[in-house]
T-cell receptor, first 112, second 112 residues
Framework: RKEVEQDPGPFNVPEGATVAFNCTYSNSASQSFFWYRQDCRKEPKLLMSVYSSGNEDGRFTAQLNRASQYISLLIRDSKLSDSATYLC?????????????WGLGTSLAVNP | EPEVTQTPSHQVTQMGQEVILRCVPI?????FYWYRQILGQKVEFLVSFYNNEISEKSEIFDDQFSVERPDGSNFTLKIRSTKLEDSAMYFC??????????FGDGTRLSIL
């Protein structure tokens, strides 16, 4: 089983749609969870950390289910500028946030 | 907003040559990282660095690779004898303790 697994997509949605991405991770000792966004041939940029209680940042909502080792990202009212690859990222180390393990990413295209 | 900067943005090198990729982390960050991303593949951890020494490295980070923090600001990745398969985007990242990592915009390394 891959360490971090995501549906690669692509997801093609119209503007204003709600879209959900899922991610599973294999190591139950994982400590920290993130969603990063990556535009084509650009660096990954932190979108949001994912907390056990779930968290929301504007149109973005992240959920974590430790029992199922599952992370999700929900984007509401999607914009053209949301088109990117969304990377699920997991940190297996406690404390000092060292090695990040990356999913392959889910590609999103928001269409006018 | 402070950012991680990387130079050069693109490096073209003959196979077998040495290459040095440079990074200036965010000034108050204490943890430094190198990742790489081969075109079309996921981001892969190479090495983490703290307190002037390597804290963790991956299987990719073999004897051909080394890192250095030669002064108070730069963090470098050296590849001693480059191979064709070293062609990739190389990302530097830095973080504060227990905080998410912030990435530079990468160096595209092309080995001919």
């Amino acid at each position: 089983r891959k360490e971090v697994e995501q549906d690669p997509g692509p997801f093609n949605v119209p503007e204003g749609a709600t879209v959900a991405f899922n991610c599973t991770y294999s190591n139950s000792a994982s400590q920290s969870f993130f969603w990063y966004r990556q535009d084509c041939r650009k660096e990954p940029k932190l979108l949001m950390s994912v907390y056990s209680s779930g968290n929301e940042d504007g149109r973005f909502t992240a959920q974590l289910n430790r029992a199922s080792q599952y992370i999700s990202l929900l984007i509401r009212d999607s914009k053209l500028s949301d088109s990117a690859t969304y990377l699920c990222v997991v940190n297996f180390n406690a404390g000092n946030n060292r090695k990040l393990i990356w999913g392959l990413g889910t590609s999103l295209a928001v269409n006018p | 907003e402070p950012e991680v900067t990387q130079t050069p943005s693109h490096q073209v090198t003959q196979m077998g040559q040495e290459v040095i990729l440079r990074c200036v982390p965010i000034s108050n960050h204490l943890y430094f990282y190198w990742y790489r991303q081969i075109l079309g593949q996921k981001v892969e951890f190479l090495v983490s660095f703290y307190n002037n020494e390597i804290s963790e490295k991956s299987e990719i980070f073999d004897d051909q690779f080394s890192v250095e923090r030669p002064d108070g600001s730069n963090f470098t990745l050296k590849i001693r004898s480059t191979k064709l398969e070293d062609s990739a985007m190389y990302f530097c990242a830095s973080s504060e303790e227990r905080k998410p990592q912030h990435f530079g915009d990468g160096t595209r390394l092309s080995i001919l």
